[in-house]
């Protein structure tokens, strides 16, 4: 099965400021990746799909990029809101698999 | 609205079995598949299968394939999972989570509130 691996394991910043997450595939996904949000207590939130694009009602402050093996979620003009864990997903390769998570914590 | 509302918590003992449900709600059940998916504490998810609920045709993660049992109900647009042989590490919070397309695009979209599964003798 295909090894999603995130990194940094948490990231602390400021309001305002900007994250970078990092995903990276044990072989390549192409870009059939997702990112998703999760807060305490509630189920994820898919956020990005196919690498690169934005699920409904998903602020534009949320991006992502990336091929391949290796993927970014960049979360731009962080809000309190924004404190979370993200998780990426993969489906090009059977089973699905999520990585072990990239926790955002907002100073 | 979408809605996907799962059964309540259960507490098992190890090697026993446990039967989740999901109750589909504001949308064709028939035309999206669903997907199961745990998270045990302080862990990522992970993903056991998913069902296409118009077919009937299940597609299990091979971890699970020898416990695991997928169906679905047209007549009352529910779910079902049920999980075999319960070990102490199957203890989480289980989802269902319908699919992103109509088409089975194989992204977990909208989910259930979670079903808390204990393992414990």
């Known amino acids: 099965e295909v090894v999603l691996t995130q990194s940094p394991p948490t990231l602390s910043l400021f309001p305002g400021g900007r994250a970078t997450l990092s995903c990276r595939a044990s072989?390549?996904?192409?870009?059939?990746i997702a990112w998703y949000q999760q807060k305490p207590g509630q189920a994820p939130r898919l956020l990005i799909y196919?690498?690169?694009n934005r699920a409904i009602g998903i602020p534009a402050r949320f991006s992502g990029s990336g091929s391949g093996t290796d993927f970014t979620l960049t979360i731009n003009y962080l809000e309190p809101e924004d404190s979370a864990v993200y998780y990426c997903?993969?489906?090009?390769?059977?089973?699905?698999?999520f990585g072990g998570g990239t926790k955002v914590e907002i100073k | 609205q979408v809605q996907l509302v799962q059964s309540g918590a259960e507490v098992k003992k190890p090697g026993a079995s446990v039967m989740l449900s999901c109750t589909t709600s504001?949308?064709?059940?028939?035309?999206?598949?669903v997907h199961w998916v745990r998270q045990a504490p302080g862990q990522g998810p992970e993903w056991l299968g998913v069902?296409?609920?118009?077919?009937?045709?299940?597609s299990y993660s091979p971890k699970f394939r020898d416990r695991v049992t997928m169906t679905r109900d047209t007549s009352t647009s529910t779910l079902y999972m049920e999980l075999s042989s319960l070990r102490p590490d199957d203890m989480a919070v289980y989802y269902c989570?319908?699919?992103?397309?109509?088409?089975?695009?194989?992204?977990?979209?909208?989910w259930g509130q979670g079903t808390l599964v204990i393992v414990s003798s």
């Open positions: 069902i296409n609920p118009k077919t009937g045709s299940i």
């Open positions: 196919d690498a690169s």
């Open positions: 997903q993969q489906r090009r390769w059977g089973p699905l698999t």
């Open positions: 072989q390549t996904v192409d870009t059939y």
């Open positions: 989570a319908r699919d992103l397309w109509d088409n089975g695009g194989y992204y977990p979209r909208l």
């Open positions: 504001g949308y064709t059940f028939i035309d999206f598949y």
